[in-house]
């Protein structure tokens, strides 16, 4: 059998495994946006099997014969080629995969589909004990998972590698510290100046006029229409049924105006990159962002460089205050930017400011970290939660669904997921900076409503790549500095809020 | 391996192919009401891995191992029970899928969604000449599928059987010469009475109020919302996404104010067989209709027996004249029922009368036949359809759009799905008659917009049963009589219409 034999073999395999899992992304779309209540069972049974079937293909003999057979002759490959790329990270996910069995991931998905139910009524009865068992179960389900990857530096470690291909406990420690440290520090100090004015927040904000308006500026933004689609959904989210079908979630909050906008510019962030990923990757493992981290840093850049700037606004502001006309009569510009910008200790994660957001994420790190080293038990982690928020952020916690239930993340089994939005955060700043050294007149182009020199600085810069290489590679590439830097973030921080 | 190991083992494999049919039902269902248009291609792709993930498993040596060895012990089973059952009917669809080659699945699978896309193109531009490549590479699959079931009486029976096991053309050819004979000589009689007053149809009725009309009625047929949905589509189809979630979908035809009431109705009666399975069928084959000539006695029977009749109305007519005040000012209800019932040659088959609707599903089998006994070629299709819609209904066809192109089967490769049409009137018909004569009540309980006695005797004689009893065997529990009757059918025109 040839080498280009074996290769095509192989592509085909990866296709298949690649539809298979596009076909869950769909299953899972439609049981957060469409499908009728009672079909939850069911629906749980339909995608632990595709999970299960994938699963078994990506653990198969066959595609370990063609691994092994491929990275044999592979030398004559360059090793910066798609193809070496390729199957350098075949190898490593199926050397992952291999050690997990199918036994284990059938389990879990069925596990994560009732927690998820459960995790939506204990929201509803504003009850962790509710959830509690739930979480038990697939806490025990991670320690198992765990034994697979023995030995490691620490029990975060395997689960971080998952979302970031390398990442390590002891690195995220170090620059988590450094952020909870300053980050903590400048909030105090912000907490001095005077609270804007909110009261225009309580007009009339119709949730079809809010809808309409996120739809203008995904529009605006470049995301395409032609591959996608917004509906609306409990928790926001983005998910790509295959390359070419990059759908996006919105939610109206009642009392929150703007935070259906920041949610869909949010997803949007992150449909621009799937949408920009190379289409010659297409239904392959390099057909993916390179990691959460850096999928998050799309996405918290466009909402938050981007959609909190007074440049942003000085395009949009105006078509706002027209379709908001009684809502909005008399509040300047400067007051309703202060109002965006606003930083204030909130027990919400998603709608949390740009300055205690990455605390949000700090407590659940450690909390994480904690269950994981067995230092804390399900039981008591409300408690720990409430007493975290307290700490951290000042805050008493009114009720477990605004408290330790508000995410879906450990209800869908996402141990080690929440580190990445807080390296999001720092990796959109150093795009950001990095994007404005070689560009000064984005800033500009956005105050004309045009995203397109900065979308496409990070298309080529990054989108196009799609995984094919790792989150530090592509900081080299678009910066120059080949890992997470706290500085740009911090320094941002420090010229809007201290 | 015993016995109920074995059994076991089975059920599980079916519940792994169960998932993936079910899996390949949503990802269809979204290409219908929700994708993006620029997703066309990569969802085929999608589609047809899930059609030859399931092929291989439903063919695989582990299900043939399996079967050998339970059908050697289950001659201890009751013959009559579900496992008995359950195993006989694995059999034989094993059987016939071991025929079929996955390479030949998964190309026709991949023709079956691009030829989906150029009818919807083709309609547009009310071009034959566009879909035609695509018709002709379908039919040359369907002619190398006929080659695997070689020798057989006649090219249409091996497609029929998909349709209504044991259906043979022969059987067909009874049926039908008779239909034809009578409808049309009934026709030429009603043809001859004075045309109603249709004017009102053109007043105004908001499309959604119309769709509030097709929800009201739904829920009271019984339709259960809490495991399925309502959507639009160019087509209307009803899916299940496993017996948990059955969607149907429906369509508002401007002019014809009526025509989503009764899509739904129609759609609706599909729903009530699929819901009314007994639930210790789901994901196994037994979890699924008795054969599709069943399916559409069912929507047959709840859109032409029920919802067209003078008690149907006697409910509904009075909420439906408040619902379209203005354009149903003055007019009576012998009038509005005239209208509905009106026979008249019409181009399109999903709004034909019950007189012409079986005209309609001659003319696309006699087609069928040419074409598969190679008598008639592709690319003289549309003459062919137009010069039989003059010679059976005198109509002549506007556009290919109107004509030959308005069918969405033969764009998804489905030959010989047609006659389950007629056969669904047919039978409906003898259930009616025999639903009457166990409870003579029906019709009043209808009149007072109560179809529970109805709905319930359906239930209990037919949908229960799920697949585990034939067309015929049905038809032997439902009316003492095991096989399809066209008397009550044609009984029941000649009252209406002659």
Same mark, same amino acid.
């Given at each position: ?11 085909? %395999?990866?296709?298949? $495994?690649?539809? #298979?899992? &596009?076909?869950? !992304?769909? /299953? *899972?779309? +439609? ?31 066959? %595609?370990?014969?063609? $691994?092994?057979? #491929?990275? &044999?002759?592979? !030398?004559? /490959? *360059?090793? +910066? ?40 009524? &204990? ?73 804007p004015d909110l009261s225009f ?264 790549y799609g995984a094919k290489y ?29």
């Amino acid at each position: 059998m040839s080498f280009e034999n074996d290769l095509e073999k192989l592509k085909t %395999l990866l296709g298949t $495994i690649s539809d #298979l899992h &596009a076909a869950a !992304a769909l /299953l *899972d779309w +439609d049981m957060r946006t469409c499908m009728a209540p009672g079909s939850i069972e069911s629906r749980a049974f339909q995608l632990a099997t595709l999970e299960e079937v994938a699963h078994a293909k990506s653990v198969s003999s066959e %595609l370990g014969h063609l $691994i092994d057979r #491929l990275d &044999a002759r592979s !030398a004559s /490959l *360059d090793p +910066d080629s798609d193809d070496a790329r390729l199957i350098g990270k075949v190898r490593r996910e199926f050397e992952r995969e291999r050690r997990t069995p199918s036994s284990w991931v059938r389990r879990n998905a069925e596990a994560c589909s009732r927690a998820n139910t459960a995790w939506e009524c &204990a929201r509803e009865e504003q009850s962790f004990r509710r959830f509690a068992p739930h979480l038990q179960e697939l806490l025990e389900l991670k320690f198992e998972y765990l034994s697979f990857f023995e030995p490691y530096a620490h029990p975060c470690d395997p689960l971080l590698d998952r979302f970031d291909e390398g990442a390590t406990c002891a690195d995220l420690d170090r620059v988590f510290s450094r952020l909870k440290k300053e980050q903590t520090a400048i909030l105090r100090s912000a907490l001095k100046k005077t609270k804007p004015d909110l009261s225009f927040f309580d007009g009339r904000y119709p949730a079809s006029k809010q809808i309409a308006l996120t739809e203008q500026v995904l529009s605006r933004m470049g995301y395409d229409w032609k591959h996608g689609r917004q509906d609306r959904s409990v928790h926001p989210f983005t998910t790509s049924i295959g390359l070419y079908d990059v759908r996006v979630t919105t939610k109206v909050f009642p009392g929150k105006p703007f935070s259906a906008l920041f949610s869909s510019v949010h997803e949007g962030g992150h449909a621009l990159y799937e949408q920009g990923i190379d289409k010659k990757y297409a239904r392959t493992p390099l057909g993916d962002g390179a990691s959460f981290s850096m999928h998050e840093s799309q996405s918290r850049l466009w909402e938050n460089l981007v959609a909190r700037s007074p440049e942003f606004w000085e395009f949009w502001y105006p078509r706002v205050r027209k379709l908001y006309a009684s809502a909005l009569e008399g509040v300047s510009m400067e007051r309703f930017l202060a109002a965006l910008n606003l930083a204030e200790p909130s027990p919400i994660r998603v709608e949390a400011d740009e300055l205690t957001y990455n605390l949000h994420i700090i407590l659940r790190y450690e909390l994480e970290k904690a269950l994981l080293e067995r230092r804390l038990k399900v039981a008591d982690l409300a408690d720990a939660w409430n007493c975290g928020m307290k700490e951290l952020l000042g805050i008493e916690v009114r009720s477990d669904t605004e408290g330790v239930l508000q995410d879906v993340h450990w209800a869908m089994g996402e141990f080690g997921y929440f580190p990445s939005y807080a390296m999001g955060n720092v990796i959109s700043a150093q795009l950001w900076e990095a994007a404005l050294k070689e560009n000064p007149e984005i800033p500009q182009e956005i105050a004309a409503g045009n995203y397109a020199p900065l979308r496409e600085w990070l298309r080529t810069r990054i989108h196009v790549y799609g995984a094919k290489y790792s989150t530090s590679e592509l900081l080299k590439i678009a910066t120059g500095k080949a890992c997470a830097d706290p500085a740009p973030y911090l320094r941002m921080l420090k010229r809007k809020y201290a």
